[in-house]
């Protein structure tokens, strides 16, 4: 495979978004700051001129005499690399977009880049304060996802990103579009999580290294989320959220969007419920996205599910042969009740089974890894 490669001139555009950042938040932070998108499409010249019109030809003159060794030594500083739309490893999501960022920054392995098309492609998106059922299926379906192949696009916020990102992680591959430099740890409580995506995934901006975030760069990184993917997926929002952003993007450019259902009553669900009244497909599971890209059936969700440890698998296997309760389970096992107890409430924080009011375990549909993943 070719190495990356972005020419200076598209490189150039990423140091001027940077420089005009605070000009840009004036003008561009409005209702849901939904105008940044707009603004990008703009050329250097007319972006200078409505951003910071009075300051207009110097910031043209200093952007354009950075030498391109300078530019390509501030990558290489910061662990990154860059591509360009005159790059054939640029996505070709991307290319279906008029406001396309020029230049991509990136951190992680490149390769992963070459063969990223849409119908192989979802973003998962919500709500930043999302509710444990949020959190819990954003992760499930991004794990499934990712181990059916599928590559998982999201923002690493705080709420459904972040656990999407987790699911894919166990599962297969996940990007990370941040609205800040490439090499940013943004949160700063998730940089452990982008360290993690960095190791096995990969990282985007369309900002040079080292830029800090913004307002408006976070609707306009949602714009590379939404064309990057074949479908949008939006697990949990509010009526007015950001998130609904990404969708609205997303079906401006033809893609298709998906919804979780949810509780009418609850307010993190009024964003998915109002998609879903709009015509969104609805995703109960990994499969009803599987089927919406690639046809029903194509291609089959294997719901698998962390690696267990041996205690844990024992149990599993219990409630699979029919003891569903601790005290059967114990008495099946020959273990102690708190033993029991232990990996039961492993098992259901994993996923594995469910509980009801009066102490019944039920398996649900995740499986193990495989019998020879069993941690000792």
């Given at each position: 495979?070719t190495?990356?490669?972005?020419?200076?001139d598209?490189?150039?555009r990423?140091r001027?978004?940077?420089?005009?950042?605070?000009?840009?938040?004036?003008?561009?932070?409005?209702?849901?700051?939904?105008r940044?998108?707009?603004?990008?499409?703009?050329?250097?010249?007319?972006?200078?001129?409505v951003?910071?019109?009075?300051?207009?030809?110097?910031?043209?003159e200093?952007?354009r005499?950075?030498?391109?060794?300078?530019?390509?030594?501030?990558?290489?500083?910061?662990e990154?690399w860059?591509?360009?739309?005159?790059?054939p490893?640029?996505?070709?999501?991307?290319?279906?977009a008029s406001?396309?960022?020029?230049?991509l920054?990136?951190?992680?392995?490149?390769a992963?880049l070459?063969?990223?098309?849409?119908?192989?492609t979802?973003?998962?998106?919500?709500?930043r304060?999302?509710?444990?059922?949020?959190?819990?299926?954003a992760?499930?379906?991004g794990?499934?996802?990712a181990?059916?192949?599928?590559?998982?696009?999201?923002?690493?916020?705080?709420g459904?990103?972040?656990?999407?990102?987790?699911g894919a992680?166990?599962?297969?591959?996940?990007?990370?579009?941040?609205g800040c430099?490439?090499?940013?740890a943004?949160p700063?409580a998730?940089?452990?999580?982008?360290?993690?995506?960095?190791?096995s995934?990969?990282?985007?901006s369309?900002l040079?290294?080292?830029?800090?975030?913004?307002?408006?760069t976070f609707?306009?990184?949602?714009?590379?989320?939404?064309a990057?993917?074949?479908?949008t997926v939006?697990?949990?929002?509010?009526?007015?959220?950001g998130?609904?952003?990404?969708?609205?993007?997303?079906?401006?450019?033809?893609?298709?969007?998906?919804?979780?259902?949810?509780?009418?009553?609850?307010?993190?669900?009024?964003?998915?419920n109002?998609l879903?009244?709009?015509?969104a497909?609805?995703v109960?599971e990994a499969?009803?996205?599987?089927?919406?890209?690639?046809?029903p059936g194509a291609r089959?969700?294997k719901r698998?599910?962390?690696?267990?440890e041996?205690?844990?698998?024992?149990?599993?296997?219990?409630?699979?042969?029919?003891?569903?309760?601790?005290?059967?389970?114990?008495?099946?096992?020959?273990l102690?009740?708190?033993?029991?107890?232990?990996?039961?409430?492993?098992?259901?924080?994993l996923?594995?089974v469910?509980?009801?009011?009066?102490?019944v375990?039920?398996?649900?549909?995740?499986r193990?890894?495989?019998a020879?993943?069993?941690?000792n």
């Open positions: 495979m190495e990356p490669h972005a020419c200076p598209c490189l150039r990423s001027l978004l940077a420089h005009l950042a605070p000009y840009i938040e004036r003008i561009a932070t409005g209702s849901r700051g939904a940044s998108p707009e603004l990008l499409r703009l050329s250097d010249e007319d972006l200078v001129a951003a910071a019109p009075n300051v207009a030809e110097q910031v043209l200093q952007v005499a950075v030498p391109e060794r300078v530019l390509q030594d501030a990558l290489v500083e910061a990154c860059g591509c360009c739309l005159h790059d490893l640029y996505p070709a999501g991307l290319r279906d406001d396309a960022p020029r230049a920054v990136g951190r992680g392995d490149p992963l070459q063969d990223l098309e849409p119908e192989g979802v973003t998962l998106v919500g709500a304060r999302a509710t444990s059922y949020g959190r819990q299926l992760r499930e379906l794990r499934e996802l181990a059916a192949g599928l590559t998982v696009v999201s923002g690493l916020a705080f459904i990103d972040s656990c999407a990102h987790r992680l166990e599962g297969g591959l996940t990007i990370a579009v941040l430099g490439a090499d940013v943004y700063a998730h940089r452990s999580l982008w360290r993690q995506i960095c190791e995934g990969v990282v985007l369309e040079p290294p080292g830029t800090g975030a913004w307002r408006w609707p306009a990184r949602n714009r590379i989320m939404a990057m993917a074949g479908m939006v697990v949990e929002a509010a009526e007015r959220s998130s609904l952003i990404t969708a609205d993007l997303a079906a401006d450019l033809g893609r298709d969007l998906g919804a979780v259902p949810g509780s009418v009553t609850s307010r993190m669900s009024a964003g998915p109002n879903l009244a709009g015509g497909c609805v109960r499969q009803d996205v599987l089927d919406a890209m690639l046809g089959t969700a698998v599910g962390p690696r267990l041996a205690t844990q698998h024992s149990v599993l296997a219990a409630i699979e042969g029919g003891s569903v309760t601790c005290d059967a389970i114990a008495a099946d096992l020959d102690s009740g708190g033993e029991v107890a232990a990996a039961l409430a492993g098992l259901e924080a996923g594995y469910s509980c009801s009011m009066v102490g375990y039920c398996r649900t549909l995740l193990p890894p495989s020879d993943g069993i941690r």
